[in-house]
């Protein structure tokens, strides 16, 4: 079975200051990992993912994330925080070399960045 | 606009009635997938399709859940007999062979009063 955890049920930044949004898994085997944004009745977007590689992957709209195996996480990250930003932010992971392509998601993160 | 579209956007229905949702993937993508979101809740997962055929199916799909890709392009996800239960949002998928990245559609909102 996989899963994904996302600790935190909001985080609160202020404009230009750096934000993390935490994300732990687990699947067995070798993981690919997705970031999405979700903004008020919208679909998800695509922000970045790790499949193989360097482990610090750099997305859309400044975002980058880090891939780190033996903590199993996936943290999403960028340096200057904007309002804009504000969102709710979704980890998923699926099991990698597979024929399975079921994503599981994490419950969600709402980012608040305040001017 | 290329992006995955789907209809309706949002329906309302009675208890017990049946609803249809479709999905047109990206022009091109052979891979389609539809996924339940409810209020407070990432995506769940309940069914992916390669082409028409459909190769995954999640144990949220009861048997009042049918979807079908009949020529291998949009989709339709069919529920019957609505519970009050299946209120969500509904999103579809789709992505291109060779890549894992899945790209997401607005999604369709059903309320089942």
């Known amino acids: 079975a996989q899963s994904v955890a996302q600790p935190e049920d909001q985080v609160n930044v202020a404009e230009g200051n750096p934000l993390t949004v935490k994300c732990t898994y687990s699947v067995s085997g070798n993981p690919y990992l997705f970031w999405y944004v979700q903004y008020p009745n919208r679909g998800l977007q695509f922000l970045l993912k790790?499949?193989?590689?360097?482990?610090l992957v750099k997305g859309s709209y400044g975002f980058e994330a880090e891939f780190n195996k033996s903590q199993t996480s996936f943290h999403l990250k960028k340096p200057s925080a904007l309002v804009s930003d504000s969102a709710l932010y979704f980890c998923?992971?699926?099991?990698?070399?597979?024929?399975?392509?079921?994503?599981?998601f994490g419950s969600g993160t709402r980012l608040q960045v305040q001017p | 606009d290329t992006g995955v579209s789907q209809n309706p956007r949002h329906k309302i229905t009675k208890r017990g009635q049946n609803v249809t949702f479709r999905c047109d993937p990206i022009s091109e993508h052979n891979r389609l997938y539809w996924y339940r979101q409810t209020l407070g809740q990432g995506p769940e997962f309940l069914t992916y399709f390669q082409n028409e055929a459909q190769l995954e199916k999640s144990r949220l799909l009861s048997d009042r859940f049918s979807a079908e890709r009949p020529k291998g392009s949009f989709s339709t996800l069919e529920i019957q007999r609505t519970e009050q239960g299946d209120s969500a949002m509904y999103l579809c998928?789709?992505?291109?062979?060779?890549?894992?990245?899945?790209?997401f559609g607005p999604g369709t909102r059903l309320l089942v009063l």
């Open positions: 998923a992971v699926r099991q990698g070399d597979t024929g399975r392509r079921a994503l599981t």
């Open positions: 790790y499949i193989t590689g360097d482990n």
């Open positions: 998928a789709s992505s291109a062979d060779l890549e894992e990245t899945q790209y």
